[in-house]
T-cell receptor, first 115, second 114 residues
Framework: DAGVIQSPRHEVTEMGQEVTLRCKPISGHNSLFWYRQTMMRGLELLIY????????DSGMPEDRFSAKMPNASFSTLKIQPSEPRDSAVYFCASSLYAGPEVTQYFGPGTRLTVL | GDSVTQMEGPVTLSEEAFLTINCTYT??????LFWYVQYPGEGLQLLLK?????DKGSNKGFEATYRKETTSFHLEKGSVQVSDSAVYFCARGAGGTSYGKLTFGQGTILTVHP
């Protein structure tokens, strides 16, 4: 079975450029999560969706970050304009349904470097 | 709010040593508790979980028991292998209607030497 798919796996860009990260959740899952991982701050939840609807975006750092989920099989996280402090590994995760005991399945991550 | 605290790493052990990684959580509600593992260059994957007090989660020789009285979920393994070298994350589920949101600890780096 295909797991969570993220693209690109690595992205190097210059400050001020727009960056778009993509995620395809596991088929049939209806909850999707975007995380950011850095050495300084650890693993942070940025936003999550349930049935394609954003439920909690309180972790989104600022207005430069936006996320969409136009359908059940695709989500994007966009940073515009990007800054060096956005450099991190960004993970997407999905789960079968929403509930406190539910297992989340993570993608391999996108390593973003902003120069 | 919800929080999870893990013992600070890194932890360095010799092969076949006993492993304990401590984890405590805030006692809001009755959360499910998880251990995830992250191998180098990969995403997190579920190692084990427990959904109620006194439950024991186990997988690949790892165990953790949900201790409500001490709000703890310590990870243990009797004999570690070099292949267990990874970053381990403790996490708690959110209570109420937070739709499966997880709160993670800061992660503990484990290195096992031959």
């Amino acid at each position: 079975d295909a797991g969570v798919i993220q693209s690109p796996r690595h992205e190097v860009t210059e400050m001020g450029q727009e960056v778009t990260l993509r995620c395809k959740p596991i088929s049939g899952h209806n909850s999707l999560f975007w995380y950011r991982q850095t050495m300084m701050r650890g693993l942070e939840l940025l936003i999550y969706f349930n049935n394609n609807v954003p439920i909690d975006d309180s972790g989104m750092p600022e207005d430069r970050f936006s996320a969409k989920m136009p359908n059940a099989s695709f989500s994007t996280l966009k940073i515009q304009p990007s800054e060096p402090r956005d450099s991190a590994v960004y993970f997407c995760a999905s789960s079968l349904y929403a509930g406190p005991e539910v297992t989340q399945y993570f993608g391999p991550g996108t390593r973003l470097t902003v120069l | 709010g919800d929080s999870v605290t893990q013992m600070e790493g890194p932890v360095t052990l010799s092969e076949e040593a006993f492993l304990t990684i401590n984890c405590t959580y805030t006692a809001t509600g009755y959360p499910s508790l998880f251990w995830y593992v992250q191998y180098p260059g990969e995403g997190l994957q579920l190692l084990l979980k427990a959904t109620k007090a006194d439950d024991k989660g186990s997988n690949k020789g790892f165990e953790a028991t949900y201790r409500k009285e001490t709000t703890s979920f310590h990870l243990e393994k009797g004999s570690v292998q070099v292949s267990d070298s990874a970053v381990y994350f403790c996490a708690r589920g959110a209570g109420g209607t937070s739709y499966g949101k997880l709160t993670f600890g800061q992660g503990t780096i484990l290195t096992v030497h031959p």
